[in-house]
Nanobody, 116 residues
Framework: QVQLLESGGGLVQAGGSLRLSCAASGRTFSSYAMGWFRQAPGKEREFVAGVNLSGGTTYYADSVKGRFTISRDNAKNTVYLQMNSLKPEDTAVYYC?????????WGQGTQVTVSS
């Protein structure tokens, strides 16, 4: 089992940047595919970005491609989401996700608010 703790959210003006971090417990972090999802008020949770076990392959939602970058540091048991050129529509609670086979884990979320 793995526990996930997100940090780095906050309030930022449109065009600004934030870097989210997700620290994972346990010694098998490198065995988990990692991802970021977000949920805006009144909307369903949606995929934002994902990264494979080694960090060599990344995936992005079309809405964030070219603006967000996901990365992981397996030595630090941490996955990051660098968010640049933020837009008001990026406002949401951002969740870290870890997947290993049928096991699926979520963090508690961190709020990102982008003002216009």
């Amino acid at each position: 089992q793995v526990q996930l703790l997100e940090s780095g959210g906050g309030l930022v003006q449109a065009g600004g940047s934030l870097r989210l971090s997700c620290a994972a417990s346990g010694r098998t972090f490198s065995s988990y595919a990692m991802g970021w999802f977000r949920q805006a008020p009144g909307k369903e949770r949606e995929f934002v970005a994902g990264v494979n076990l080694s960090g060599g392959t990344t995936y992005y939602a079309d809405s964030v491609k070219g603006r967000f970058t996901i990365s992981r540091d397996n030595a630090k048991n941490t996955v990051y989401l660098q968010m640049n050129s933020l837009k008001p529509e990026d406002t949401a609670v951002y969740y870290c996700n870890a997947v290993w086979g049928r096991a699926d884990y979520w963090g508690q979320g961190t709020q990102v608010t982008v003002s216009s």
